[in-house]
């Protein structure tokens, strides 16, 4: 098959990479300072002539971190979407991660349907392994204590929650676990977790040396904040717009750590392999 794969990090640079080791032939647009690749399928660009030719074109995750624009921070200039999108036609293949609703209307707008891989199931789980590992080794570098015996408080309890206690609860830490769903909390007891209300961790929270939020809401405002011990690190693994109140934190002295898009910077292998395995399950699914 003919891949284009369009702007992104080190996930779509080693994307491309997997592709072409596959047999197919891959174009690279906007990806020019990754890392170079001498595989023969690989055909780096910076025009976007017969990219109507692709039988898939795949955009980054997410596909954009500006309104409008592309992104692509190995570009060395702004890719704005619309000239990208102008290109396409509605018979190709068109994917990209964690769509924004003004992307989708303006591929709507030329009669063409996107579709968001970073929606299957299959590739939220797969990223939660390396976001968890991440985690791991950004307390590792931070804390000044061994993982081992470590007060650990973990918020949310969805895939990377749980991953991200067993984890740390294999390298000897004391892990609780925060939700908001009863089952979850259930679940949490059963694997052998501590619990705590999400809505009741005001008072509760002054024991830990570690607390990883994993919820994209806020959850740790003034009032959470102000009952963590002061040397105690936080780890926010929550997509936008994050979990914690940044600024209260930053007049209270903690260190916050925001760690978006652990596993691109963690392992770029295995998180571009999953993508790829993601988008083939979605050509599989419609007879491509």
Not at 15 to 35: K, M, R, S, W
Not at 233 to 257: C, F, H, N, R
Request: hydrophobic share 45%; charged share 20%; aromatic share 6%.
């Amino acid at each position: 098959m003919s891949f284009w794969v369009v702007g992104g990090d080190m996930r779509q640079a080693k994307l491309a990479q997997l592709l072409a080791e596959d047999g197919h032939t891959v174009h690279l647009y906007a990806l020019h300072a990754a890392p170079p690749d001498d595989h023969p399928g690989l055909i780096h660009t910076d025009r976007l002539d017969h990219i109507e030719k692709a039988d898939c074109v795949i955009l980054p995750l997410p596909v954009s971190r500006e309104p409008g624009m592309l992104n692509a921070p190995f570009s060395p200039e702004s890719q704005p979407l619309e000239p990208i999108l102008d290109r396409l036609s509605p018979s190709q293949f068109l994917c990209g991660g964690r769509l924004d609703p003004e992307l989708t209307a303006i591929a709507q707008a030329r009669g063409l349907t996107v579709r968001d891989y970073f929606a299957r199931e299959e590739l939220a789980v797969a990223n939660a392994v390396p976001t968890a590992e991440g985690a791991l080794q950004l307390a590792m570098e931070h804390l000044p204590i061994t993982i081992h015996g470590a007060r650990v408080l973990v918020i949310g309890f969805g895939r990377v929650g749980r991953l991200t206690a067993q984890r740390f609860s294999a390298l000897g830490a004391r892990v609780s676990v925060a939700a908001r769903k009863y089952e979850q909390l259930a679940w949490a007891q059963a694997m052998g977790f501590g619990t705590e209300h999400l809505e009741q961790l005001a008072g509760w929270l002054c024991s830990y040396n570690l607390v990883i939020n994993t919820v994209p809401a806020q959850v740790l405002g003034q009032k959470e904040l102000e009952d963590l011990r002061r040397d105690c690190l936080v780890l926010d693994l929550a997509s936008k717009p994050g979990g914690v109140d940044l600024a209260a934190a930053g007049e209270l002295g903690l260190t916050v750590i925001w760690a978006l898009s652990l596993p691109g910077k963690v392992a770029p292998v295995t998180a571009g392999a999953a993508i790829k395995t993601t988008i083939y399950n979605m050509l599989h699914e419609l007879g491509r």
